[in-house]
């Protein structure tokens, strides 16, 4: 059992490695973000939230690890209604790291640091105030270049722990995905914010929480369904006799075009080049 910055990690194998080691440097470079940013540290927000789907837990922790192809189909009603900006100005690359571990929805430096100051102008001074000094506590606490990412996206700690965190507005929010048999899972659902945010904005996370990736919101029952529907169609005779295609993305592996940023980066398709493969455009 280990202890990485509050959060404690245990296993049955007693030769296992040390988890900074499991976990990696690079994977910890973003990480850390999460863990340093909060002013008075993290804390739950609620108590965890527990249920089920009909699904193999696999294609959850996949989901979070880098599938960022699904999210203007699965999630485009979202985009359609006005209730996320533009694809385009939130995530750039996915990433995957050693031992299994990966990330997608990966912004650009800078530009989470812009989408939170502009939600900020949107919520008020307080909310303005509070991203200032988010940003100057990171400068303060990491790397000139992790302080300019500023915000992370959603990934997955190999095999069945994914996590979500966008800006500062957005809760650290944990998934467990727990194997009831074959093609059931029990997710366990924990979400953590900064203890000494303003009350607004802790509520502003909270319902952000409730309404995107919480068992009813938007984005959790989307997911829900494909799981369920992707595990319901493997158990079919033909589909059992056919494996997975992984190849999408081989061949086109590439370090980050700044060498100091950690991690093997791909990227992710934008809203243009998804809309042009849904209408058969070659623009």
Same mark, same amino acid.
């Given at each position: 059992?280990e202890?990485?910055?509050g959060f404690i990690f245990?296993n049955?194998d007693?030769d296992a490695?040390p988890l900074? %080691?499991?976990?990696?440097? %690079?994977?910890?470079w973003?990480?850390?973000l999460?863990?340093?940013?909060?002013l008075?540290g993290?804390?739950?927000?609620?108590?965890?939230m527990?249920? &089920?789907?009909?699904a193999?837990?696999?294609?959850a922790?996949e989901?979070?690890a !880098? *599938?960022d192809?699904?999210?203007?189909?699965?999630? !485009?009603?979202?985009f359609q209604i006005?209730?996320l900006? %533009?694809?385009d100005?939130?995530g %750039?690359?996915?990433?995957?790291f050693?031992?299994?571990?990966?990330?997608? @929805?990966?912004?650009?430096?800078?530009?989470?640091?812009?989408?939170d /100051?502009?939600m900020?102008?949107?919520?008020?001074?307080?909310?303005?105030e509070?991203?200032?000094? /988010?940003?100057e506590?990171?400068?303060a $606490?990491?790397?000139?270049?992790?302080?300019?990412?500023? !915000?992370?996206?959603?990934?997955n700690?190999?095999?069945?722990l994914?996590w979500?965190?966008?800006?500062?507005?957005?809760?650290?929010?944990?998934f467990?995905?727990?194997?009831r048999g074959p093609?059931?899972?029990?997710v366990?659902q924990?979400?953590?914010? *900064?203890?000494?945010?303003?009350?607004?904005?802790k *509520?502003?996370?909270?319902?952000?929480?409730?309404q995107e990736n919480?068992?009813?919101?938007?984005f959790g029952?989307? @997911?829900g369904?494909n799981?369920?529907?992707?595990?319901?169609s493997? &158990?079919g005779v033909?589909?059992?006799?056919?494996d997975?295609?992984y190849?999408? !993305?081989l061949?086109?592996?590439? &370090?980050?075009? $700044?060498r100091? +940023?950690?991690?093997i980066?791909g990227t992710i398709r934008?809203?243009?080049?998804? +809309?042009?493969?849904? +209408?058969?455009?070659?623009?």
């Open positions: 059992m202890n990485y910055k245990a049955w007693e490695i900074v %080691d499991y976990l990696g440097a %690079d994977q910890l973003y990480l850390d999460a863990f340093e940013a909060p008075g993290l804390e739950v927000i609620g108590p965890t527990k249920f &089920r789907i009909k193999n837990w696999k294609l922790a989901n979070f !880098g *599938d192809y699904h999210v203007l189909y699965t999630h !485009g009603s979202a006005g209730f900006p %533009d694809y100005t939130l %750039d690359y996915i990433a995957y050693g031992h299994g571990h990966g990330m997608g @929805d990966i912004s650009k430096p800078g530009r989470a640091y812009q989408n /100051v502009g900020a102008q949107f919520l008020g001074p307080e909310a303005i509070y991203v200032n000094a /988010v940003h506590r990171l400068k $606490r990491v790397s000139p270049l992790q302080a300019e990412m500023h !915000g992370l996206g959603q990934g700690i190999f095999p069945n994914s979500i965190k966008f800006g500062v507005f957005h809760v650290f929010g944990l467990q995905w727990h194997p093609g059931e899972i029990e366990w924990t979400a953590l914010f *900064d203890r000494d945010a303003p009350q607004s904005v *509520d502003f996370a909270r319902t952000q929480m409730s919480a068992a009813a919101g938007i029952q989307d @997911d369904e799981f369920e529907q992707i595990t319901e493997a &158990r033909v589909s059992q006799t056919r997975f295609n190849a999408m !993305g061949g086109h592996e590439a &370090r980050s075009t $700044r100091d +940023t950690p991690a980066w934008s809203r243009t080049t998804a +809309t042009s493969i849904a +209408t058969g455009s070659n623009s």
